[in-house]
């Protein structure tokens, strides 16, 4: 770097620089050789002019270091501070240490910094600037940057990682800070709604005004209260929202060491224990939650639902075959609109028997031995090519699971993409619900599974196809649908 101007503070007769300085000499009175000796000071700019000069350029300064992170360090004097990035220094800086600075002015996500800088200690145990006390957050701005700064009246208002939000009941404001360190695992430990005092912090900046500490007794979490305490597990206390045979978990802890009772509704259906009974028909019980700590305490009431025995367990509800019945198309071009009737097929529960009536775009029904979705030709009405059929009616129960029996790709494999399961309420706007890959060319089971598509809906299956000269598509030979009564 470039040295700085000096300024010439005089001629001195002793190489100590120390006394009056020489203003004048008579010639006529030197009597034998004299080495007189210059005095000179640096003439270097203040924190606030190299803050102001432009990116890259060398320079050199003085200030005090107020903290250190690493090999971060924040320097100030009495116009402004300055952050020093990975800074060469020497092994025993400490904080008070008056420093004479050298590097290259740089910026980092508008952070003001200096770049490749080498500190040399000029002196220690120097009074620090001012501490700023922070009455407003909106106030401090890009100016403040790394200056030394005390804040109280915060609360804390979340936390995540690296990252705690402060506010003071209108303004947020965050306290970044990177793992793993000390200051990390403390922020961890904070509690929403807590009382924060921050009695040393840095104004910190990434793309915005954002807070640092640099040790862990900077930064005081403030005791909260038993009311607190109890309203924070009050809201963190869940139930689920129905029971089953299993029993349900009521727990007798809750957040902050608070102590939990219950009393149920209706103990012969639901415990205190969690114990479950099921009973014959739907039954509602409230279960109250008697949260405390202390003196304080509050109550959390839960409505949980037992279903009798038998509801809602998985079963075949609908087997349909797609091989005999309803309309027939056997041309080697699918045929578009085409509303059939398919057969309940004789493995339907209870052996029932009948027919439910189904719409397709590009399907070729009823053929001997298989029925086909695609063609020569496919759909674009709904935004992509495609071929489906789908139920013209509405199931009346809860589904979870659909089997496409025989499934298997026909003619040009390449033609054919995903196969799409979807679910409407109307008829008219569709929602997939659950995708698989196109299946091979051997007939096997294609099944969509864990799903929850509710009561009153219709389903569809849906192929993505190109339209071709040749022949190609899904082709399957039945559908099985399951569910759970409602």
């Known amino acids: 770097a470039p040295k700085p101007s000096q ?23 030197i009597t034998a050789i004299t080495t007189l000796y210059p005095k000179w000071e640096l003439d270097l700019p203040t924190i606030l002019e190299v803050r102001a000069l432009l990116l890259g350029t060398a320079t050199a300064f003085e200030g005090i270091v107020t903290g250190i992170d690493g090999n971060n360090i924040f320097v100030q004097d009495n116009t402004a501070a300055i952050y020093l990035y990975n800074a060469n220094k020497p092994a025993d800086l400490a904080v008070g240490d008056k420093v004479y600075v050298e590097g290259n002015r740089d910026v980092y996500n508008g952070l003001q910094q200096i770049t490749n800088a080498t500190v040399t200690i000029q002196s220690s145990g120097n009074t620090l600037p001012a501490i700023l006390t922070v009455t407003d957050i909106t106030s401090l701005t890009e100016a403040h940057q790394t200056q030394r700064i005390t804040i109280s009246d915060l609360t804390v208002k979340s936390q995540s990682g690296s990252n705690l939000v402060l506010t003071d009941g209108t303004n947020d404001i965050t306290l970044y800070e990177s793992g793993p360190s000390a200051v990390y695992n403390h922020i961890q430990t904070a509690i929403v709604g807590q009382s924060v005092i921050i009695h040393e912090g840095f104004v910190g900046w990434y793309n915005g005004l954002q807070l640092k500490v640099n040790d862990v007794l900077s930064l005081e979490f403030v005791e909260i209260s038993d009311e607190l305490k109890v309203a924070l597990a009050k809201e963190a206390l869940t139930l689920p929202e129905i029971a089953t045979a299993d029993g349900i978990t009521l727990p007798t802890e809750g957040l902050h060491e608070t102590a939990i009772t219950w009393t149920s509704s209706n103990e012969a259906i639901i415990a205190i224990d969690g114990t479950v009974v099921l009973p014959t028909e739907e039954t509602e019980v409230t279960l109250t939650a008697t949260i405390s700590k202390g003196d304080a305490s509050d109550t959390k009431e839960f409505l949980v639902t037992v279903h009798p025995e038998g509801f809602g367990v998985e079963e075949l ?119 698989s890959d196109k299946p091979g060319k051997t007939a096997s089971t294609m099944i969509f599974e864990e799903l929850n598509i509710s009561a009153n809906s219709h389903i569809r299956i849906v192929v993505e196809i190109e339209a071709s000269t040749k022949n190609s598509g899904l082709s399957f030979t039945g559908i099985k649908v399951y569910g759970y009564q409602n």
């Open 7 to 29: 300024n010439f503070l005089g001629w001195y007769a002793n190489p100590e620089l120390t006394g009056e300085a020489i203003t004048s000499v008579q010639t006529a009175n």
């Open 317 to 435: 509800l609908y087997s349909y075959n797609f091989l005999d019945g309803g309309s027939s198309n056997n041309s080697g071009y699918a045929s578009t609109n085409l509303s059939t009737n398919v057969s309940y097929a004789a493995d339907n529960p209870g052996g029932t028997t009948g027919t439910t009536a189904w719409k397709a775009n590009y399907a070729n029904l009823s053929m001997t031995t298989e029925t086909r979705l695609g063609g020569k030709l496919v759909s674009t009405e709904y935004g992509s090519p495609s071929a489906n059929i789908g139920t013209d009616f509405k199931y009346v129960q809860t589904l979870t699971k659909v089997e496409i029996l025989g499934a298997k790709t026909f003619g040009t494999a390449g033609n054919v993409g995903k196969i799409h399961l979807q679910t409407s309420t109307d008829g008219v706007n569709w929602t997939t619900v659950s995708s």
